[in-house]
């Protein structure tokens, strides 16, 4: 156990449609980053928030959003859905924002676009 | 744009032997070197993290080499067991700024009992 939760695990909805993710890190982490997995890209990042200030941005879609809250959980928001958005959403947390170690994974959430 | 490739996408070995997995990247060499574990459907767990000065480094049956003249890190495991089938990843952290960790697309290692 990582101690990072995400929720849900699973997701199944249509396109056009909005969803949230949300991701509690590890205790003490301040840095908490999401990434997306499909089979044919591997992990991608898409953006990382430091003490609840966006860090670093990836290739995170305009249709797609992010925040980290005070008591440092984090939601990604994922609206005007596609197929193509099909894939595994992964939040990791890190103690630093500065990333020297490793970064500790939650078990993802699955949305399924249909 | 960073490269960064995993010269196999799947590995078949016998148990008993040693499990060889390769990460290569192009252009500047990173600051960091990490490699995860991935078990399906889960998400990836650390193994072991190689700094840019460090040649080698080992944790149990793990090692990891890293040569920045190649551009290469190989990540060994040996004696494998059944239990060590997954996918491996690297993953690379550079010193420009506030850049993430970035990762290949992973090596899915099968060993064989």
């Known amino acids: 156990d990582s101690g990072v939760t995400q929720t849900p695990k699973h997701l199944i909805t249509a396109t056009g449609q909005r969803v949230t993710l949300r991701c509690s890190p590890r205790?003490?982490?301040?840095?908490v980053y999401w990434y997306q997995q499909s089979l044919d890209q591997g992990l991608q990042f898409l953006i990382q928030?430091?003490?609840?200030?966006?860090?670093a941005k990836g290739n995170i879609l305009e249709r797609f959003s992010a925040q980290q809250f005070p008591d440092l959980h984090s939601e990604l928001n994922l609206s005007s859905l596609e197929l193509g958005d099909s894939a595994l959403y992964f939040c990791?947390?890190?103690?630093?924002?500065?990333?020297?170690?490793?970064?500790?994974f939650g078990e993802g959430s699955r949305l399924t676009v249909l | 744009s960073q490269k960064i490739e995993q010269n196999s996408e799947a590995l078949n070995i016998q148990e008993g032997k040693t499990a060889t997995l390769t990460c290569n990247y192009t252009?500047?060499?990173?600051?960091?070197l990490q490699w995860y574990r991935q078990d399906p459907g889960r998400g990836p767990v650390f193994l072991l993290l190689?700094?840019?000065?460090?040649k080698e480094k080992r944790k149990e049956r793990l090692k990891v080499t890293f040569d920045t003249t190649l551009k290469q890190s190989l990540f060994h495991i040996t004696a494998s067991q059944p239990a060590d089938s997954a996918t491996y990843l690297c993953?690379?952290?550079?010193?420009?700024?506030?850049?993430?960790?970035?990762f290949g697309k992973g090596t899915r290692l099968s060993v064989i009992a």
């Open positions: 990791a947390s890190a103690e630093g924002g500065g990333l020297t170690g490793e970064l500790f």
């Open positions: 205790s003490g982490d301040l840095s």
């Open positions: 928030y430091y003490n609840g200030e966006e860090r």
């Open positions: 252009n500047y060499s990173p600051a960091y």
């Open positions: 190689i700094r840019e000065n460090e």
């Open positions: 993953a690379l952290l550079y010193n420009s700024g506030n850049t993430p960790l970035v």
